[in-house]
């Protein structure tokens, strides 16, 4: 893997390397005929501009799924595409989202914070909504991020009582979750209620 | 006078009353579900664990009958579904996840010793062992809502990892191991 890698890098800068040197003689043309010096100027912006966007990262290696660290707490996406785990690499515990369909992470901007642990995942029909539960001021929450807004709720904001393994329905409406609230474990369902997105398979 | 001032608290304390009375409708809120000291409801005086919701289905493991089993409860119909052939009298059922029309469960079950993940068909009742053939511990099944995709961690490596396996038991093709 290291050495396709390597082989990449290295054609992509002889490719580069060509490229200044086409910019090189183009400028040599340029200084020639200064009438064409503005519009060589915008070219080149604009070559720059190309050549920073369509800088090749590669053919997307498929990343392994598993490390050799713990990778615990499986949750599928309704379609089966995505799965949600916690994973202790990377020095820390996080819940991460993998796509098995390209074989790829997914990120995950705003959700794993270094000051909190995050726990039990569980996710939507495509995977839009991730419920958990978070340490969020030393007390576990049921806590809801949204992928496509990139926020976080925390659904048991003011709830008594201890609470554990959070589950979301498919289309994101209900939450399940256990709680201690009668001194054993009970089960508890939150209603998002009728004016969320609901995460539709079609995407409508 | 005096009827005036009373009519214009009578008029404060109704805008107060719906005030609070319609903030009672925010979402999210927490539903209220049946309890049941019968055990015949989602919850009962016994312990009702690991909660996982699909479509109009909750799965839950509960020790309401004297040991661990798994149970099915309808959200539309509010009453549990009965699982014939599910709980053994040898087995303990814990981790249960059920596709979102109802007809898969997966669990963990511990027998003789071992645990293994199951697969419950309920339209024709049969129990599959999903790993029969695998030599190490498992445990945390889930099923996704359509049914088709299972996944459970196995510590065949030392350590535990995800495994992820279609329906028929067969794992699917995902790049294994980064090191």
């Known amino acids: 893997m290291l050495i396709t890698k390597a082989i990449l890098t290295t054609r992509f800068c002889l490719q580069f390397s060509k490229l200044l040197n086409f910019l090189a003689l183009c400028s040599q043309a340029v200084k020639k005929f200064p009438f064409y010096r503005s519009l060589s100027r915008w070219l080149a912006l604009s070559l720059a501009s190309f050549v920073v966007a369509c800088t090749p990262t590669g053919p997307q290696e498929p990343a392994g799924l598993n490390s050799r660290y713990t990778d615990e707490q499986p949750a599928l996406s309704g379609d089966g595409r995505y799965l949600a785990f916690v994973s202790n690499r990377e020095g820390s515990r996080n819940i991460l989202l993998y796509d098995l369909k390209s074989r790829q992470y997914v990120n995950l901007p705003l959700l794993n914070r270094r000051d909190a642990i995050a726990d039990s995942p569980s996710i939507s029909n495509t995977a839009r909504y991730i419920v958990y539960i978070a340490s969020d001021q030393g007390r576990p929450e049921v806590e809801l991020y949204d992928r496509v807004t990139r926020s976080i709720q925390v659904l048991t904001r003011g709830y008594n009582g201890w609470v554990r393994n959070p589950s979301i329905s498919p289309d994101g409406r209900y939450i399940v979750f256990e709680t201690g609230r009668r001194g054993q474990w009970d089960i508890e369902v939150i209603d998002r209620g009728p004016e969320i997105e609901l995460d539709r398979l079609d995407g409508v | ?179």
């Open chain 2, 1 to 179: 006078m005096q009827f005036k001032i009373i009519n214009r608290f009578f008029y404060l304390g109704a805008i107060v009353l719906s005030g609070t009375l319609s903030s009672c409708s925010v979402y999210p809120r927490i539903l209220n579900f049946p309890y049941d000291p019968g055990g015949r409801s989602l919850n009962s005086p016994a312990g009702d664990i690991n909660p996982q919701i699909s479509g109009r289905y909750i799965v839950f493991g509960s020790d309401r009958e004297g040991r661990q089993d798994i149970y099915l409860y309808d959200n539309q119909d509010r009453r549990l579904i009965d699982l014939p052939g599910i709980n053994a009298l040898d087995t303990i059922a814990s981790h249960p996840a059920v596709s979102q029309d109802g007809n898969y469960i997966v669990f963990c079950g511990s027998r003789e010793g071992r645990t293994d993940i199951y697969l419950y068909n309920r339209p024709t009742r049969q129990l599959r062992n999903l790993t029969e053939s695998l030599k190490a511990e498992v445990r945390n099944p889930t099923i996704s809502a359509d049914g088709n995709t299972i996944s459970f961690e196995a510590g065949a490596q030392g350590q535990w990892n995800i495994m992820v396996i279609d329906r028929t038991g067969n794992g699917l093709n995902i790049p294994d191991v980064l090191r």
